[in-house]
């Protein structure tokens, strides 16, 4: 199928792209990777008047640790602020999936992203992707934006009045809708990155079921887990996909293994709560029920991964 009639600008600069967002609104959609939004058009899904091309501009894509320099993001969501030597990572909204894949530092420093990468898409899909688009597309389906929230991260909406940060879960609002304004652009992505130390060890795991690689899975689940010196867990995150209108925590099985050394019972408690915590939607490929038993026993195995191989 074709798209319907649209209007092409390529943007020459972020402060064009900007301008031209705050004349258009709504009418106008940013062009990133193109790889949700030009099926939609086809299938004429969506129909915007204006294609606004970010592709064009500088400065966009880019991978970095700094120092947290306070940016004005004030509350991370972490039961602690990061320390103000603490690292962060920064993504620019336009890399691509594939430069995410490969970057060392980011396999170094932030494992959970660099295990869920090749989970995303195919790599033709991945080639051309990139993190902006894919939390801005905010598919609740989507592996990134659960992961996004699992690490706390923050994203930067920038527009001609100003910019502002946005804590992940805060951004999706509902399904296929974030919190971004009409004259709104997701430009970056900060995360904070956890060190070990004797107050705290945190580590991740991504895994997900899907028919065929590549397909979107039926169910997944970003798990961080943070053990004391003494192996009390002090922190824990378990977070689906696929299982409601935004990616979604399961706080209260969460809560029921901090305060305590994990053992099997804990591990069971915690994967039958989230079983019945989350809300999977049920489609073609998996019913609601199915949805919850593979949530329950993802659940379980990420646990025990963990526990048994990374720390
Ligand atoms: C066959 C196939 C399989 C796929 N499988 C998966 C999968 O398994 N998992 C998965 O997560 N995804 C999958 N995808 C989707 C893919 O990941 C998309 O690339 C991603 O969802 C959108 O990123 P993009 O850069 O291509 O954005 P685009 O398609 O260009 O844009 C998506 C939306 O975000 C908006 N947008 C883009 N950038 C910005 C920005 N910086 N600020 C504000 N708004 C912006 C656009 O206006 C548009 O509304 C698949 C796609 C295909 C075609």
């Not at 994990?262 to 949805?291: K, L, M």
């Amino acid at each position: 199928m074709k798209p319907a009639a649209f209007k092409y600008i390529a943007a020459q600069s972020l402060e064009h792209a900007l301008t031209l967002k705050a004349e258009y609104g709504d009418e106008a959609k940013f062009l990133a990777g193109g790889q949700s939004l030009v099926p939609a058009m086809n299938l004429r899904v969506a129909q915007p008047g204006v294609l606004v091309d970010l592709n064009p501009i500088t400065g966009l894509d880019f991978v970095g640790l700094r120092i947290n320099e306070g940016l004005g993001i004030e509350d991370w969501g972490l039961t602690t602020i990061p320390n103000p030597q603490s690292l962060i990572l920064h993504i620019g909204a336009m890399t691509r999936y594939r430069t995410l894949e490969r970057s060392a530092e980011i396999a170094a420093q932030c494992p959970l992203l660099h295990e869920t990468m090749p989970h995303v898409a195919h790599p033709q899909i991945r080639n051309r992707g990139t993190l902006g688009g894919n939390l801005a597309h905010a598919d609740p389906a989507s592996e990134l934006p659960v992961v996004m929230l699992v690490l706390n991260a923050q994203f930067k909406a920038q527009s001609v009045r100003g910019e502002r940060w946005i804590a992940a879960r805060d951004f999706f609002t509902t399904i296929f809708t974030t919190a971004l304004a009409a004259d709104e652009m997701l430009t970056e992505i900060a995360i904070p990155l956890s060190t070990d130390s004797d107050a705290g060890r945190t580590r991740t795991c991504f895994m997900e079921i899907a028919r065929r690689r590549g397909d979107y899975a039926m169910m997944g689940v970003a798990t961080s887990i943070t053990l004391n010196a003494a192996g009390v867990c002090t922190n824990a995150k378990l977070g689906y996909l696929n299982a409601g209108d935004t990616p979604i925590l399961a706080t209260q099985a969460a809560q029921t293994l901090i305060g305590q050394v994990i053992g099997d019972d804990h591990i069971r408690a915690a994967a039958a709560i989230a079983h019945d915590e989350i809300q999977p939607p049920g489609n073609i490929h998996a019913s609601v029920a199915f949805q919850r038993h593979l949530a329950g026993v993802l659940t379980r195995r990420a646990i025990k991964e963990i526990l048994e191989f990374r720390f």
